[in-house]
């Protein structure tokens, strides 16, 4: 099998950072020793497995894709970078028809979405890579189109905990807060409870001192009005390796996408990769 070349942006970021240690000792891809950061990174290389990464800052990857494109004349791009580089990162892939899987949460979401739909680049883009999840997420939007308005009453409570670093509200918990709405909740996204306070997350939550620099822990917890039924939903990650399977299947995932003749659909998600249709 021929090697996938793959470009991981947002290195030295700490999720690009895990995705770039997985794929250098993964056999099936070629890790493309470039990387796409932000303006204000002063460093101009990264060493990860010995391999050093040169950092591509946005006032110069305009000029740098040509040569990367004169290297690799086809690559996969996998995006961890900030959520306020969101929207323009996605510009620069479509300009430059570089197909991409992007973990990367935040930015204008429906805006992101019609870029890439009315471009010629095909990509997967989800607020969260992880699998299992994603599954649970699926089963939560079959219930909410199922039994809509079965939780009418109830009052709700979201608690998401990620590590100090996360700039935005989790896009999971939005995404899931959406699913509620259908059944029947009141609930606006602003009222999700983000906790990025270690002390916190430690003393309060019960999060191991180990994962507090990379973790995600979400709460979900529906209440009667009169306190007569409690239901909670849960699911806690610790460190981020559970997202390296999912994104690489995304990767794999298009390359198939990209060899079928006439393939019509540019912008997948994370339940287009599961179902493998």
């Not at 100090?164 to 807060?177: F, I, L, N, P």
């Amino acid at each position: 099998m021929e090697k996938i070349n793959v470009m991981i942006n947002g290195l030295p970021g700490k999720v690009a950072k895990k995705m770039a240690e997985f794929a250098i000792a993964d056999h099936r891809f070629n890790v493309i020793l470039f990387s796409l950061t932000g303006q204000e990174i002063e460093d101009k290389t990264i060493t990860i497995a010995n391999l050093s990464f040169e950092l591509v800052k946005p006032d110069t990857r305009d000029d740098k894709i040509s040569l990367i494109k004169s290297r690799f004349p086809f690559f996969i791009s996998i995006d961890y970078t900030h959520p306020s580089a969101v929207n323009k990162n996605a510009v620069f892939y479509t300009k430059n028809n570089l197909p991409f899987v992007m973990g990367t949460t935040g930015g204008d979401r429906k805006q992101l979405e019609q870029l890439v739909k009315n471009s010629s680049t095909p990509a997967v883009i989800a607020p969260n890579m992880a699998k299992q999840i994603v599954g649970f997420q699926a089963m939560m939007e079959y219930g909410a189109n199922t039994f809509p308005g079965l939780f009418k009453g109830y009052a709700l409570e979201v608690i998401e905990s990620h590590q100090k670093g996360k700039a935005d509200t989790s896009g999971t918990a939005k995404a899931m807060v959406g699913y509620f709405n259908k059944l029947g909740v009141k609930f606006d996204v602003n009222d999700i409870q983000m906790i990025r306070e270690p002390k916190i997350q430690e003393e309060e939550l019960k999060i191991p001192r180990s994962h507090l620099k990379g973790h995600g822990w979400h709460t979900y917890t529906l209440k009667a009005k009169d306190g007569s039924a409690l239901f909670e939903f849960k699911h806690n990650i610790n460190g981020r390796d559970i997202y390296v399977s999912g994104t690489f299947d995304a990767v794999l995932f298009l390359i198939e996408k990209l060899a079928k003749p006439g393939e019509s659909k540019k912008l997948y998600t994370m339940i287009d990769v599961l179902n493998k249709d």
